[in-house]
């Protein structure tokens, strides 16, 4: 899919993408507490870029926690965001949040941020290149240092072993009342659209965006988490 159908894709789950995925919280609420751990020593007034926000839930998740820190909120899909927007709105922490509806390549680079989170993204990107180019985008926005917490789906595709956490991964999906009809999508995007690479794979292209030793903090079935910090001098 290209930039276009994948916003479109987003646009016409947005009303229902909540309830939808509601089952499977269990997994979100795990990794935003590993998520709270990895950004504990970020400062008190930290500025925060959430890219792909969706619907908001981990930036609603940071912004309970950290009453001082400010969001800046990066989605191409409007539906979406005018959830996320309502969301935070009900929250108190609107005044917080600055929304930007689009990519992140159209993202004015202005006071840098002290850290990013980017959840289930990059993998829409099928080119090597564009996927490093991507996570390069992000480090620009960053201060020298500033952390990336991102999460992918992950696995070899080649091995037994993706075969088995693939079933897994279905059966979770249909113990979640996730319609045939969207199972039978996820199906396609997986082996169409979504860029199901190696842990290792991804990890490599993250630095090559720019960025230091991406550490695995989390795992999930196929969803694989990192936690990594922009170099100090990013490459060229």
Known sequence: MNQEEIKALFDQQ?????????????????LHLLLGSMFAELPADAKVLCVGVGTGDELLYLASEHPGWSFTAVEPSGAMLD??????GKEGVAPRCTFHEGYLDSLPISEPHDAATCFLVSQFILDESERSKFFR?????????GLLASSDLASDVESPEYE????AWMNMMSA??????AMERMRKAYANDVGVLPPAKV??????????????FFQAGLIHAWLSRR??????
């Open 137 to 145: 985008e992000i480090a620009e926005r960053l201060k020298p240092g």
């Open 164 to 167: 088995v956490l693939l079933r």
């Open 14 to 30: 947005a009303a229902s993408y909540d309830t939808q995925w509601a089952k499977t919280a269990p997994i979100r609420n795990c």
């Open 203 to 216: 990890a490599s292209t993250i630095e090559s965006g720019g960025f230091e030793l991406p550490v695995q």
């Open 231 to 236: 170099a100090r001098i990013n490459a060229a």
């Open 83 to 88: 959830i996320c927007r309502q969301r935070t």
């Open 176 to 181: 979640a009342d996730i319609s045939p009809e």
